[in-house]
C-alpha cells in the first residue's frame, strides 16, 4: 500500500518524502544552538532524551507525542530519575490524565509529574509544516523553567516538516537512501551525524525553547477563531487524519510519576538565563492571528 507524504513544494505525493533546498528559506526555525545545547546536556535526562527521539510518521503528532512520553517515564523510572507510584489498575500501569485548555502556570505545575504531553492549535512557527498541520500538533514538554516570571517549556518535537540546516542533512540522507523521515533509527541518526559539518549536531533537532504564556494565548485565540469552521489543512484533504482535524488545547501527564531531582541543576538554569537575557531570540514566541499574515496560518 502507497503512503502519503508531504512533497517539498507543500503537495502530496506517493513514496518517499522529497525535499526542495529552498523551501521556507526565509522562515526557518532557527536551531537549538550549540551554547544551549551545551547548558541541556547538564540535564539528567539528556542522555534518555536524545536516545529515544524520533520523528513523527505523517500527521501523527498526537499519538507520536503521548508515545514518547511514555517511553520517557518509563526510562526516567528504571534510571531512578522518577518515581511510579502502584496504580489501581497494577504496580506499572501508567495512570494517564488529560486536561482541555490548561494556561501556562497549570502546565508548568504538571511538570512535578514528569514529561506532558501538549496540544496546541498555534505550536508551529512560519515555515515549520502549518500549511499542512494547521489545525493542531503535539510535542512533549519534558520540563519548564521560570525566566523573568514567565514558564518557558524545554520541549521535544518529533515534527517531521520542520526546516532547519541540520534537517537539510537529515533530508538528504532520507532521500539517498529511499527513507521517510520516521523510518530513522539510532543508527541513522549516527550516520547522519558523522557527514554533519562542525559544530552542527544532530542533537539539536531534539529541542525546543517555548514561551508557555505566549504559545496558550495564541492557541485559544486561534481555537476560538476557528473551532466552527470547517477542518483545513490534513483534514480538508482526507488524508488519513481520523476525527474532527480541530483538537482542543490539551495537556496530558501521568499522575502516578513523580520527579526524584530537578531536571535541570540550579547551574544549568543560571547558564540558560544568561542565554536568555543575552539572545531573547532563543525563546520561541507565539501570537494569534500571525502579525506577518493576518488571519493566514503559515
Not at 498526537?62 to 526516567?76: N, V
Not at 518515581?83 to 490548561?102: Q, S, V, Y
Not at 538554569?269 to 514566541?285: N, Q, T
Amino acid at each position: 500500500m502507497q503512503r502519503l507524504t508531504p512533497s517539498g513544494t507543500g503537495l502530496f505525493s506517493t513514496g518517499r518524502t522529497t525535499h526542495t533546498g529552498s523551501l521556507h528559506r526565509a522562515s526557518r526555525r532557527h536551531l537549538v544552538p550549540p551554547e544551549v545545547l551545551g547548558v541541556l546536556r547538564r540535564m539528567p535526562w539528556f542522555p534518555q532524551a536524545v536516545a529515544r527521539y524520533r520523528f513523527q510518521a505523517f500527521a501523527d503528532c498526537l499519538a507520536h507525542s503521548e508515545r514518547l512520553q511514555e517511553a520517557l517515564i518509563r526510562d526516567l523510572c528504571a534510571d531512578q530519575l522518577m518515581a511510579l507510584e502502584p496504580a489501581a489498575d497494577g504496580p506499572d500501569t501508567l495512570d494517564t490524565r488529560t486536561e482541555e485548555d490548561p494556561g501556562a502556570e497549570r502546565i508548568a505545575g504538571l511538570g512535578v509529574h514528569g514529561p506532558l504531553s501538549l496540544t496546541m492549535a498555534h505550536a508551529l512557527g512560519p515555515g515549520q509544516g502549518g500549511r499542512l498541520y494547521r489545525d493542531h500538533h503535539g510535542f512533549v514538554v519534558l520540563f519548564t523553567v521560570c525566566y523573568e516570571g514567565r514558564p518557558i517549556a524545554v520541549a521535544m518535537d518529533g515534527n517531521d516538516l520542520q526546516q532547519n540546516e541540520v534537517m537539510d542533512h537529515v533530508r538528504a540522507y532520507t532521500d539517498r537512501h529511499d527513507l521517510a523521515c520516521e523510518d530513522l533509527q539510532a543508527a541513522e541518526f549516527r550516520d547522519v551525524q558523522r557527514a554533519l559539518p562542525g559544530p552542527l549536531d544532530i542533537a539539536q533537532l531534539c529541542f525546543r525553547l517555548i514561551d508557555l504564556d505566549s504559545l496558550v494565548k495564541a492557541s485559544r485565540a486561534k481555537h476560538q477563531a476557528t473551532r466552527l469552521l470547517p477542518p483545513t489543512g490534513l483534514a480538508s484533504r482526507g488524508a488519513g487524519v481520523p476525527g474532527p482535524g480541530r483538537h482542543a488545547n490539551m495537556v496530558r501527564w501521568v499522575a502516578n510519576a513523580q520527579l526524584r531531582r530537578p531536571p535541570l541543576p540550579a547551574d544549568g538554569e543560571d547558564a540558560l538565563f544568561a542565554l536568555f537575557r543575552r539572545s531573547p531570540e532563543l525563546i520561541e514566541r507565539f501570537e494569534w492571528p500571525p502579525a506577518s499574515r493576518p488571519g493566514f496560518e503559515e
